[in-house]
């Protein structure tokens, strides 16, 4: 092998290597092309083409799908298109599997078949098996009812629950049906195929092999297959929706009313499902009375398809938006606005107003839910029977979008919407009416968007959002505080109305309990059923058991008893009451008055006082409930806990000004120097600096570059870093933060900002140049250097890569065969070796 190799053999691996980065270059873009550019693009364009509702769109559309005009716009909407019938695809896939393993309604399997000869004894023993079965849920409910009803639940529940277990038996006995019809009769019906068949026929299609990044030409047929399958769903699930609903409002002559709504497209398209729905179930009638069994059963998927699609968009669209519009129209007082403003804001920017309405609602739902599963850990189980257990594993909403009727689904809508309403109604429009009354000068709140403040709105923001925010939002402590509140006034509550039984049980009782439940379960493991797959039901069972106990408790129930919970609900809503005044004036207050001394007169963002007035609370609380926890140890473990904590206060306060200080500062001010003051100051103009922005900004390019080096390859500031995270505050090392950490970054960041300073105030002025020269090196040498530092790492990268390409090219060149020898010590005669090789590679 020479030492050094010919300069043909360099250029002939060159042109090797850029051969091959073309190919794959070209190869990748088709890809990117393709999937990027075709699929997206050939959506929008089909999707545009029919809804333009003219003949002529579909003679041009080959000509529109190559035409050039809007290409960006279209290959965006285009995606959201794709996306959406992607989401469609899956949301039917995922919906059939919880048809075929959770059962289809009884009304969809009533007149089925039944199989023929050697399967009819097995389905007969079937039905016998669970004729018992039956017989025995129904004789265990109507015992629990009958107990139910001497403690004073209610046997509504009971009644319900006793129907639900005896539709879960009969979805279990024609599933089993079905599937021993399927076994003898080879899979006669669509909606019973076997999954594991599929599994095998995709076991060889990767995602590589199906995105074409494996190198070969099989994606374009992929392609052409995800395009049909677009055209097919927008046809499908969108054009004929929307054109059946969109003719019955112009026959009703509500066509004006739904354009003033400015959603003409979505209210339209719902309305043509609601009419889709309504003529399936009537063809499934039709059907059902001709005997058609398979027409029976598609038209029957087919609605419960649209029928849990319309209560997805009700549970999870229409429900949220009506919650948040009404807790704007009960807080506007709070905000000095009218209904006329919101108009006015609504016919503006109807998406945006809409959308903002919805995820107010969407929050104000998920706390509410929240908080009654902390009420459920708090609480006796069996005191909150009239609401849905969301840690119940046998809790699935899905499934009771298939079986349970569309009256019930609209019974839960109207009370869920009455009760939500009532809460907002007691914890926000009443409060804000006593406040005006007794605190005129306090409201509205300030939700003015800029600030007069000599304080930066971007500082606030920025404390608001680094500082405030993830203390508030700390789940443990919070959590625990309002679940030790909740407690107390249950148990105040419960003595006081003599309900303490009810509310939180008996001792005795839940011990008894408590060692009965074990046996229980294990009398219920033997008498179950083995059910396929039933260890994987417990592991899901187990995975959503977190916490809050499920079932029924007996409590002793006092004299008087309504009389009794009719003054429960009075005192809790009089605390719900007193809380929420609590929580809309102390912390604004408290804010108010401790950003007076910063900003002095001038108005600020109640955002800001509030999240101040809320830390303060937080801080507050949390000091009181140390302090409570050490005073059971004396007063010199107090002491010595104050003397620590004060040692680690001190040692943060300096950790936290060299580097949530000191760093973010001198960074903000280099970020100010290279990229902002060239950008958007002339020559001719002289650049204001703000600490303040400039601070800000630091933070912000401090965190990231932290989770940067947090996310790269290993080295010393990343190892730096991971210790200071796995040292925490309580062991906070601050000699080892000053000596590795700040000092190493303050130095570079010193370096970056006085060396060019130097250079151009200093060196430059002694060549005796111009003023002109003089102020254009001051003002450039900044970004100058930057890209001179960036130039010398793309070398020193593209240096390190051409020794890589210049020893594989020798390699292959001049390589034959390489052997791997264990090494050993030669004991006899030189170049003889006592160790046989152990792999070979040609």
């Known amino acids: 092998m020479p030492s050094r190799l010919p300069i043909q053999d360099i250029f002939a691996g060159l042109v090797t290597s850029i051969g091959t980065a073309i190919r794959y270059w070209f190869h990748y873009t088709l890809v990117a092309f393709a999937w990027l550019g075709v699929v997206p693009l050939t959506a929008c364009r089909i999707y545009k083409c029919l809804f333009t509702g003219s003949v002529s769109s579909l003679l ?15 290959c965006l909407q285009g995606c959201f298109v794709v996306t959406c019938t992607l989401c469609a695809f899956i949301s039917l896939v995922w ?45 265990q409910p109507a015992n629990a009812a009958a107990e ?37 009769n ?47 769903f927008i046809l499908v699930f969108a054009f004929c929706p929307y054109h059946i609903g969109h003719f019955s409002i112009v026959g009703l002559g509500f066509e004006e009313y739904v354009q003033a709504s400015h959603f003409e ?49 009700v549970e999870i669209g229409v429900f949220p938006l009506i919650c948040g519009w009404w807790l704007d129209i009960c807080s506007l007082e709070m905000f000095d606005a009218t209904l006329k403003d919101r108009e006015l804001s609504f016919q503006s920017a109807p998406g945006t107003t809409m959308f903002l309405h919805w995820l107010v609602g969407m929050v104000y739902v998920f706390y509410f839910a929240s908080f009654i599963l902390l009420l459920r850990e708090v609480l006796r189980p069996g005191v909150l029977w009239f609401l849905r257990n969301l840690n119940d594993p046998d809790f699935n909403p899905v499934q009771e979008m298939i079986h349970l009727p569309i009256y019930r689904h609209l019974r839960r809508f109207i009370l869920s919407v009455i009760v939500f309403g009532s809460i907002v109604l007691l914890m926000l429009w009443l409060p804000i009416r006593i406040i005006k009354y007794l605190l005129p000068n306090f409201l509205p709140y300030n939700v003015m968007l800029y600030s007069d403040a000599p304080v930066s709105e971007l500082s606030l923001e920025l404390l608001l959002l680094q500082v405030v925010l993830p203390a508030l939002l700390e789940q443990g402590h919070t959590r625990q505080w309002l679940k030790g509140l909740v407690r107390a006034w249950t148990v105040t509550a419960g003595y006081l109305l003599d309900l303490h039984s009810y509310l939180l ?34 592991a899901h069972q187990a995975i959503l058991q977190q916490g809050g106990p499920v079932g029924f408790q007996p409590y002793r129930r006092p004299l008087k008893f309504p009389l009794r919970i009719f003054l429960l609900i009075v005192f809790m809503c009089i605390t719900l009451l007193i809380a929420s005044l609590i929580c809309l004036t102390l912390p604004v207050f408290a804010g108010r008055w401790l950003m007076s001394f910063w900003t002095g007169t001038a108005k600020i963002h109640e955002l800001y006082t509030a999240a101040c007035g809320l830390y303060v609370c937080w801080l507050t609380i949390r000091a009181v409930t140390v302090l409570v926890a050490w005073m059971p140890q004396g007063r ?35 970020f100010e120097l290279v990229i902002v003051a060239p950008l958007r100051v002339p020559l001719d103009q002289t650049p204001l600096f703000y600490p303040w922005q400039d601070w800000a900004l630091g933070v912000l390019h401090a965190k990231i570059i932290a989770a940067i080096t947090l996310m790269g390859p290993q080295w010393w500031l990343k190892t730096v870093i991971e210790q200071v995270y796995a040292n925490g505050i309580r062991n906070i090392d601050l000699h080892f933060i000053i000596r590795k950490l700040a000092a190493p970054v303050i130095s570079v960041l010193l370096l970056s900002l006085c060396v060019p300073y130097i250079i151009a105030s200093g060196v430059v002025p002694l060549l005796g140049v111009t003023a002109e020269m003089q102020n254009l090196v001051q003002r450039r040498i900044y970004p100058f250097l930057l890209m001179v530092v960036v130039l010398m790492g793309i070398l020193s990268f593209q240096v390190r890569q051409f020794k890589r390409l210049y020893e594989h090219i ?14 050993e010590r030669k004991s006899g005669k030189p170049g003889t070796s006592t160790t046989p090789p152990q792999s070979s590679q040609e």
């Open 810 to 823: 020798k390699n292959d060149k001049y390589l034959v065969g390489q052997r791997l020898v264990n090494y």
């Open 636 to 670: 010199r473990v107090i002491f010595q806990k104050v003397k620590e904590w004060s040692l680690m206060i001190m040692k943060t306060l300096i950790v936290a000004i060299l580097l949530a200080g000191v760093v973010p500062l001198l960074l903000g001010l280099l």
């Open 60 to 74: 041009t559309l080959p000509l529109d799908i190559l035409s050039t005009e809007n290409l960006l716009a279209d």
């Open 186 to 232: 080879g899979a006669q019906d669509d909606m019973n195929w076997n999954a594991l068949e599929w599994d095998r026929a995709a076991e060889e299609l990767t995602w590589e092999r199906m995105l074409g990044l494996d190198g070969s030409l099989v994606f374009l047929e992929h392609v052409f297959w995800v395009v049909s399958l677009n055209t097919l």
């Open 95 to 139: 919906l059939r599997e919880q048809i075929v393993h959770g059962g289809a309604p009884q009304w969809l399997e009533q007149n089925q078949q039944q199989p023929l000869n050697g399967v009819g004894q097995q389905n007969e023993a079937q039905a016998a098996v669970n004729g018992g079965v039956e017989n025995a849920v129904l004789d």
């Open 265 to 313: 497209g979505l209210i339209t398209t719902i309305v043509g499902y609601v009419l889709l729905a309504v003529t399936l179930i009537v063809c499934h009638g039709l059907a059902a009375l001709v005997k058609f069994q398979r027409s029976r059963r598609l038209l029957g998927v087919c609605y419960i398809v649209v029928k849990v699609s319309l209560l997805v968009v």
């Open 505 to 538: 049980g008996d001792q005795e009782e839940n011990e008894n309990n408590a060692n009965q439940q074990p046996n229980n379960q294990h009398a219920r493991n033997n008498n179950a059923i083995p059910v396929v797959g039933e260890g994987l039901h417990a």
């Open 148 to 184: 139910n009803v001497v403690v004073g639940e209610n046997p509504e529940i009971q009644e319900e629950q006793v129907d639900e277990e005896e539709e879960d038996n009969e979805d279990e006995e024609d599933a089993v049906v079905e599937d021993a019809a399927d076994a003898n």
